[in-house]
């Protein structure tokens, strides 16, 4: 292994990191809207199911 593979190695590797780490960013900071979404569905099935009884 020549010093170019291991550059090249390092390289892929960090930016491998960099985007998993910039994705789980992006999907964490989504993560209370969809909670909130979430309960406003659950809320709205509730309320449907009370009107029809």
Sequence with gaps: M????IMLFVLA???TVVL????L???LGKLP???RAWHE???SWREAGEDQS
């Excluded at 998993?20 to 994705?23: A, E, N, R, T």
């Design 33 to 35: 809207a969809i909670i």
């Design 41 to 43: 569905v659950r809320r």
């Design 25 to 27: 960013h992006e999907v």
């Design 2 to 5: 020549n010093w170019d593979a």
């Design 20 to 23: 998993v780490l910039s994705q």
């Design 13 to 15: 590797t960090f930016g």
